[in-house]
């Protein structure tokens, strides 16, 4: 039997703005509202609001809550303080990636993590597995919050007309609760564009109310609806991985070229700390394949599993590709052999469907905004 995918609190809106919808990891959630490109260098030039209540809430409590996370995930929650986030990943106990997670300190005793929208029961049936003997407590909060971001250089200036809060004072990875256009929100200091923004956490009764009240902030700056393909080409062009694309239950965090994420250093056993200091071991004896950044000469397209080849010999496989907006010419980042890794290697190109179009190799990420 098929169900029908869940809804946002701001369904409605979406349409009434002639959103192309799709099914993203079970949810109805706008694609575009018109023009992909347009919604892309609005982020890049101005600012993009955008519904992220897909991704998965989940709250650790109580006074074991951080030897809880210590042990569940590969980072060390215990150096994160009040008010901070910190980027991590929940590994197997093979090492292979479960997800890739943002954790918010929101109290001494209290932490909100969010999941990929895909991959949020995965790891809230891990979490609760992996609390057995910890004095903590894990709670599905995926239905308490809507999550609406607004990401671009202008999203400051637009966030301060509607909050008396100290955004000056906010900084990357940062989360503080606040009043926005009336309604109560985690305001964090997050994204996935490679630009500055925030993102908003509310409850999902408040999030039109709020919508509205950004849009209309924004308005004379430039700020437009954007869908979740932006959001792909935005987060591609920054180099940033995409669960089930650059990151996957096969990989390591030392595959993915993220090992820095492990801190073997913090005290006690964590899930997958043994297959972890082996991948270490081998990333440094042996090399992986690396994730490198692959710009074309040419006007095709290369999509995920697309070989990446050098004369008649693979030497790797397309994660992510699309055209960038920002640079005009199609991008796409590939796992390639560590002997083709290096930035303006010569001769590799990307088969698609049987023809060996040419690709520069370049360092990730594409696109870097100025500071």
């Not at 869940?6 to 018109?34: I, K, Q």
């Not at 980072?75 to 943002?102: H, K, P």
């Not at 993590?113 to 790891?123: F, L, R, S, T």
């Amino acid at each position: 039997m098929s169900t029908a995918p869940r809804l946002t609190a701001l369904d409605a809106l979406h349409r009434s703005l002639g959103a192309t919808m799709t099914d993203f990891a079970g949810w109805d959630m706008p694609l575009r509202y018109a023009s992909e490109r347009d919604e892309h260098l609005a982020v890049r030039t101005k600012a993009g609001l955008f519904d992220l209540s897909h991704m998965g809430e989940i709250t650790v409590t109580g006074p074991a809550a951080v030897d809880l996370l210590n042990f569940a995930l590969v980072g060390n929650i215990g150096t994160v303080s009040v008010g901070r986030a910190r980027y991590t990943m929940i590994c197997a106990e093979d090492g292979g990636i479960l997800d890739d997670l943002i954790v918010y300190r929101l109290a001494e005793t209290e932490y909100m993590v969010v999941a990929n929208a895909g991959n949020a029961q995965i790891v809230l049936d891990a979490l609760t597995a992996r609390a057995g003997g910890f004095d903590a407590e894990v709670r599905d909060d995926r239905d308490a919050y809507a999550l609406l971001a607004v990401q671009g250089p202008e999203s400051p200036a637009i966030l301060a007309a509607v909050t008396d809060a100290d955004l000056d004072g906010l900084k990357y990875y940062a989360g503080l609760p606040g009043t926005v256009a009336g309604v109560p929100a985690l305001i964090a200091r997050t994204g996935y564009t490679g630009e500055d923004g925030f993102e908003l956490f509310v409850a999902p009764g408040h999030a039109e109310q709020l919508w509205r009240a950004l849009t209309e902030a924004g308005a004379s700056r430039g700020l437009i609806p954007c869908g979740l393909s932006c959001r792909d080409t935005l987060r591609l062009e920054a180099g940033m991985p995409l669960y089930g694309h650059e990151l996957t239950t096969s990989l390591t965090p030392f595959d993915a070229g993220l090992g820095r994420v492990v801190k073997f250093e913090k005290e006690g056993d964590f899930v997958g700390r043994k297959a972890l200091e082996s991948a270490a071991e081998r990333a440094e004896t042996a090399p992986p394949r690396k994730l490198v950044g692959l710009v074309a000469e040419g006007r095709r397209v290369p999509r995920a599993g697309f070989p990446v080849v050098a004369g008649s010999q693979v030497i790797g496989e397309v994660t992510s590709g699309a055209p960038s907006p920002t640079l005009g010419k199609p991008i796409a980042m590939a796992y390639v052999d560590a002997a083709h890794a290096t930035p303006g290697t010569e001769g590799v190109a990307v088969d698609i469907r049987g023809s060996h179009e040419p690709y520069e190799v370049v360092a990730l990420p594409f696109y870097k905004r100025r500071k």
